[in-house]
């Protein structure tokens, strides 16, 4: 039966403005908290700083549980990801070129991903991940060359996009101005980073940065095959048909900023814990070829590099009590999720040995859990290491947060070396 009721009344504790997005994820961890215990399913504004007026619903339900997400991440009859996954409202030819199979449904999606995922499997993890190791060395060891610095600029950012770009076979001559560009597709609500540029702009400027490097690539593969990815891209079919240069690039975008950004983050905020928790390296240093595996997923789950994540409602459906109508737009928040008291003891205190880490940094499960989840444990495991083993000492100051409801990112980290 479909539902009639009015719509309740925008939740007090507001995730809408860019000015909730400002705080520290410590500050916000309040509000969250708050909803978690009191309203799991809370009705708030459309998201300030989107493009266009949104069309569907008026607003958005934000769901904070973690059990509640990896029910819906798992539900994907009646939350589909093929009307977007972001929190504004933005211009469809945008999201057709940037989000690929992310905001896709079966058997689309299926189709898709299974053909990236050829480059994600562990056996051709395990190829790069001797490559991985050598990067993360020689990254520390310009690192230690440099002393006291930004940690960001210095190392977090370097070795994800090496090995992304590596594996898609960019070359190195390119890779700055398409890291750059993926900076952008995740910076546009950032007024520091935007400068005079209008959101839709910064987006625009590296969506096409982004693209033409991908039809450059793409075109010198088809005249050149090699092992890449790149190579299995353009050689590729789906119902018989290859992809077009614009799949192709959709696709390109999605890795850059995925690649890129999330393992960045990682490191970043792993570098903040430990030195809030200095006591941790110790434990994991005790013993850190037994203890990585387990403090790795830890890492994953005090960053949530990825804050949120969209799905729209494809029928009525009833949640903790709140009448959610189809076209209604039902926003997972996982770094909600990731301190929820129910699952994880004493959550806001970083734990190198926690377990069980049931995390849902790569998302709750479900056909859309993230595909790099391998990688980007891999190169966790390399890049912590090396620093624990080579700059144990290691301080990081206070960061500059990016501005932004989608990824948990550090613009700059200054840090100290101590040796």
């Given at each position: 039966m479909p539902v009639t009721a009015t719509r309740p009344d925008y939740d007090p504790v507001s995730l809408a403005p860019l000015s909730f997005w400002r705080q520290t994820p410590q500050e916000r961890e309040a509000s969250f908290r708050e909803l978690r215990a009191r309203r799991p399913i809370s009705w708030h504004p459309p998201a300030e700083g989107s493009m266009l007026p949104q069309t569907e619903g008026g607003g958005f339900w934000a769901v904070t549980r973690h059990a509640d997400i990896v029910s819906i991440s798992k539900d994907t009859d009646t939350f589909v990801s093929?009307?977007?996954?972001?929190?504004?409202?933005?211009?469809?030819?945008?999201l057709d070129s940037a989000q690929s199979f992310l905001a896709m449904d079966a058997?689309?999606?299926t189709q898709l991903r299974r053909l990236v995922s050829s480059a994600f499997t562990p056996r051709r993890v395990k190829v790069i991940e001797e490559?991985?190791?050598?990067?993360?060395?020689?990254?520390?060891?310009?690192?230690?060359?440099?002393?006291?610095?930004?940690?960001?600029?210095?190392?977090?950012?370097?070795?994800?996009?090496?090995t992304i770009f590596e594996m898609v076979g960019l070359s190195p001559e390119s890779r700055d101005a398409a890291t750059h560009?993926?900076?952008g597709?995740?910076?546009?609500?950032?007024?520091?980073?935007?400068?005079?540029?209008?959101?839709?702009?910064?987006?625009?400027?590296?969506?096409?940065?982004?693209?033409?490097?991908?039809?450059?690539?793409?075109?010198?593969?088809?005249?050149?095959?090699?092992?890449?990815?790149?190579?299995?891209?353009?050689q590729a079919e789906v119902d018989g048909e290859r992809l077009t240069d614009e799949?192709?690039?959709?696709?390109?975008?999605?890795?850059?900023?995925?690649?890129?950004?999330?393992?960045?983050?990682t490191i970043s905020h792993t570098a903040m814990a430990f030195t809030e928790f200095p006591g941790e390296r110790a434990r994991l240093l005790a013993d850190f070829p037994g203890r990585i595996g387990t403090?790795?997923?830890?890492?994953?789950?005090?960053?949530t590099p990825v804050m949120t994540f969209r799905r729209t409602a494809a029928r009525d459906v009833e949640?903790?009590?709140?009448?959610?109508?189809?076209?209604?737009?039902v926003v997972m928040f996982y770094s909600s999720g990731n301190r929820d008291e129910s699952v994880f003891s004493d959550p806001d205190r970083f734990d190198v040995l926690r377990t069980p880490n049931n995390h849902v940094g790569f998302g709750g499960g479900g056909p859309h859990f993230c595909l790099g989840n391998m990688l980007a444990r891999t190169q966790l495991r390399a890049v912590w290491d090396e620093l624990l083993h080579r700059v144990p000492n290691l301080e990081v100051g206070e960061p500059t947060y990016l501005v932004g409801n989608f990824m948990s990112a550090v613009k700059k980290l200054p840090c100290t070396l101590n040796r």
């Open positions: 093929g009307r977007g996954v972001i929190l504004e409202a933005v211009p469809q030819e945008l058997p689309r999606h490559q991985i190791r050598g990067q993360a060395n020689r990254l520390v060891g310009e690192l230690i060359e440099a002393g006291d610095c930004d940690l960001v600029d210095q190392l977090a950012r370097r070795l994800p996009m090496w560009a993926a900076d597709m995740v910076s546009w609500a950032d007024d520091d980073v935007r400068g005079d540029l209008e959101p839709a702009q910064l987006l625009f400027q590296s969506l096409m940065t982004l693209h033409g490097i991908s039809k450059e690539l793409a075109a010198s593969r088809r005249a050149s095959p090699q092992d890449d990815l790149m190579t299995n891209l353009v799949e192709i690039g959709a696709f390109f975008v999605l890795l850059s900023v995925a690649g890129n950004d999330t393992t960045r983050n403090a790795v997923e830890e890492f994953i789950r005090w960053a949640l903790h009590g709140q009448d959610i109508r189809e076209g209604d737009w």
